[in-house]
């Protein structure tokens, strides 16, 4: 039987994808079977046969070093940079529930570890047309908990608690949060820190990840076991333990 989570963030460009990637190439190099998928992506380029790449499973493979093939992380692809909902109709190829389930039920199969990728927020519209999907609504079909990733900058208290209070109101686990480019010294960082943690129940201890002088802090829920969610070496691309 697979361990899965959910990597959701508090919007759009917050790092959920660079921080997905750390989890599953250190899941990658300690020797576990581990995969990447994502429902739906958009805002994908095409290569010189036209060929549409997605972007983010990519960027996941490059920077984990998974041998997964790029086919089986994401069933639909899109090439316009709008929401998944409106690329699709735009694009003519809605997604079904059936076919995100299936897919992320042969990575369940094939793999121990799977690390799904959400879209933007976790309020993100999947489909709006008849049947309706919503992000929250595939996250608790798959019987997911989530890790939730945030700036640490200016108005995170609200995003962080907003989307925790959402969360807790759809009945999805918040497993953890991150805080991502956290600037350790800087003192609007740090008092986030102290407040955003507290919007994670039953909080354990923290650890940063860290890039390009900056890093993030992680809250854990406490009792959660240490290789539930993996701890990350310390380097300028990887995260402290847990």
């Known amino acids: 039987m697979s361990r899965n989570i959910f990597i959701t963030g508090t919007g759009t460009d917050v790092g959920k994808t660079y921080v997905t990637g750390l989890i599953v190439k250190k899941l990658n190099e300690s020797g576990a079977d581990a995969a990447y998928y994502k429902a739906a992506m958009s805002g994908n380029d095409r290569g010189p046969d036209g060929t ?89 079909g798959l019987g997911l908990g989530c890790l939730l990733v945030a700036e640490a900058g200016l108005g995170t208290i609200n995003q962080v608690g907003l989307t925790a209070a959402y969360l807790h109101r759809r009945g999805i686990p918040l497993q953890g949060i991150v805080l991502n480019r956290f600037q350790p010294g800087n003192p609007m960082h740090e008092d986030n820190r102290g407040a955003g943690g507290g919007l994670c129940p039953g909080r354990g201890r923290g650890t940063g990840l860290h890039r390009g002088g900056t890093e993030s802090t992680v809250w854990m829920r406490r009792g959660e076991k240490r290789d539930d969610l993996v701890s990350l070496p310390a380097d300028e691309n990887h995260a402290d333990t847990l």
């Open 52 to 140: 549409l790449y997605p972007g983010d499973a990519l960027r996941v493979k490059e920077l984990s070093g998974i041998p997964q093939p790029v086919e089986e992380m994401c069933p639909y692809v899109y090439e316009q940079a709008v929401s998944p909902h409106l690329a699709a109709r735009w694009e003519g190829r809605p997604v079904q529930a059936e076919v995100v389930y299936a897919g992320f039920a042969r990575l369940c199969a094939a793999y121990s570890w799977v690390t799904m990728e959400g879209s933007g927020g976790i309020l993100c519209p999947i489909r709006l047309e008849e049947p309706p999907i919503w992000l929250p609504d595939l996250v608790q």
